[in-house]
């Protein structure tokens, strides 16, 4: 597509529910990118792809989150049990091969836990 | 630790130059990247720079200097559309994008 796309664009749900975040990344780009930021905070790295294995997953929190990219494209970032802790801005972008430094993002996803 | 210093806040005038300094500690360095972001929108690419030196692209220019653990973006001409939050993200040994945690500019006509 003409650049990363995301879904939902909002997202508001109750503790303790189950979330699903997807995301497009750019065609060809083989590298794809989950952060989340809060309000007046730089985006917080959480997991990054190479084609279909993460290739770092340092950034997640805890174990209810988790993602996939199963055919090296579309990432799905999955959340269990949420907390309110959890709300923020879910961004997700990806870079061509060899050029990590230069990211192309996404609009967000706004997740809300109420 | 791994940490990223840039004033929180910056005022200019509209059609002056500013300047965005950024200085960082972490575990490993490949690059400096810098971004843009508008209120409610996604970060966008401006920079990286890779190695010493200034690098300029239109009206905005980012400089580096790995001894110093330090680089700045400065932007020439300022328009009110510039009004945004600048970050600085250092690409550490592990790929990993670090960032700042920006820099509101604010621009005055």
């Known amino acids: 597509g003409a650049g990363v796309s995301q879904t939902p664009s909002n997202k508001v749900t109750e503790k303790g529910k189950y979330v699903e975040l997807r995301c497009d990344p750019i065609?060809?780009?083989?590298?794809l990118y989950w952060y989340r930021q809060s309000l007046g905070q730089g985006p917080e790295f959480l997991i990054y792809f190479q084609g279909t294995g993460a290739a770092d997953d340092s950034g997640l929190p805890n174990d209810r989150f988790f993602a996939v990219r199963p055919e090296g494209s579309v990432s799905t970032l999955k959340i269990q049990r949420t907390e309110r802790g959890d709300s923020a801005v879910y961004l997700c972008?990806?870079?061509?091969?060899?050029?990590?430094?230069?990211?192309?993002f996404g609009p967000g996803t706004r997740l809300t836990v109420l | 630790g791994q940490s990223l210093e840039q004033p929180s806040e910056v005022t200019a005038v509209e059609g002056a130059i500013v300047q965005i300094n950024c200085t960082y500690q972490t575990s490993g360095f490949y690059g400096l990247s810098w971004y843009q972001q508008h209120d409610g929108g996604a970060p966008t690419f401006l920079s990286y720079?890779?190695l010493d030196g200034l690098e300029e692209t239109g009206r905005f220019s980012s400089f580096l200097s790995r001894s110093d653990s330090y680089g700045y973006l400065l932007l020439q001409e300022l328009q009110m559309k510039d009004s945004a939050s600048y970050f600085c993200?250092?690409?550490?040994?592990?790929?990993?994008?670090?960032w700042g945690a920006g820099t509101k500019l604010i621009i005055k006509p």
């Open positions: 065609s060809g780009h083989t590298a």
């Open positions: 972008a990806s870079s061509r091969e060899g050029q990590p430094g230069e990211q192309f």
């Open positions: 720079n890779a």
């Open positions: 993200a250092v690409m550490d040994s592990n790929y990993q994008l670090i």
